[in-house]
């Protein structure tokens, strides 16, 4: 019988490779944020996306991903626990529907971000789950996920015959 521990490991993939010694950098950051005084700086802006309120600084990258023929579920940018520490996520993510399309955008979004990213793909799910790998690098990965779905809309479009 499987424990529900077991369980989860098989409904979710890691697809990034974040060497050890981020993960440990990782895990005293969340110590570090957990103990530190939490003053709101400025409030956490969201605006409707096709339906949706979804976080003010990921509009762009969710409307180039949309563009490029890449669904999205979930996304949130925080943005930052100097920002927000109470209406904040401690890490800006963006979750794609499974498809050759967001396949393809994994991919590259995992070799040019590199250890900033981490990625999960929920098998059960069907979709794909990109953060960002560090806490309080909420801005840093909006402006990764932008230039990176920027990028793979042109590609796309540069692949694509035109259309009379």
């Known amino acids: ?48 996306w096709n339906g ?13 991903l949309h563009e490029a023929g890449v669904q999205t579920e979930f996304s949130c940018a925080g943005v930052s626990p100097l920002d927000e520490p109470v209406d904040h996520s401690l890490y800006a993510y963006v979750t794609l529907i499974q498809s050759k399309a967001a396949e393809q955008f994994v991919n590259d979004a995992i070799l040019r971000m ?17 953060s960002s790998f560090f806490i309080g690098h909420n801005r840093s990965f ?12 042109r590609r796309n479009e540069a692949g694509k015959p035109d259309v009379l």
């Open 1 to 48: 019988m499987m424990n529900v521990h077991e369980e989860f490991e098989e409904q979710e993939v890691l697809l990034s490779e974040q060497p050890v010694h981020l993960w440990r950098r990782r895990k005293q950051e969340l110590l570090h944020w957990t103990e530190r005084d939490k003053r709101t700086l400025s409030p956490k802006r969201t605006v409707i």
């Open 52 to 64: 949706v309120e979804v976080d003010a600084e990921l509009v762009r990258s969710l409307s180039l």
């Open 114 to 130: 590199r250890n900033r990213l981490l990625v999960t793909f929920e098998k059960g799910r069907g979709r794909y789950d990109l």
């Open 142 to 153: 909006c402006w990764w996920m932008e230039r990176c779905a920027l990028d793979f809309k």
